[in-house]
């Protein structure tokens, strides 16, 4: 079930402590970690941001698995704001 708080949160990046990207940690058993870039889109990439060197943030993620979903409020099923 989508936290509505995380969804709000998910939607207004200019509220994110780490502009551009909001960490995010998996719902599931896995706890996999993952970034959401402000792009306006609801796309995971999925990795540590931890694990970003210096760069173009969408050029560092690039290589990432990334999860595609068709709404923030679906992102949110899967993920929390971490």
Not at 5 to 17: C, L
Not at 22 to 51: A, C, Q, W, Y
């Amino acid at each position: 079930m989508a936290n509505e708080e995380d969804v709000n949160f998910m939607k207004h990046p200019g509220a994110w402590p780490r502009f551009p990207m909001l960490p995010l940690v998996g719902k599931d058993e896995t706890r996999l970690l993952g970034i959401l870039i402000n792009d306006g889109n609801p796309v995971v990439h999925v990795g540590s941001m931890f694990d970003l060197g210096t760069g173009l943030i969408g050029e560092l993620v690039a290589d990432w698995p990334t999860v595609l979903y068709s709404s923030f409020e679906e992102l949110a099923e899967s993920w929390r704001v971490d």
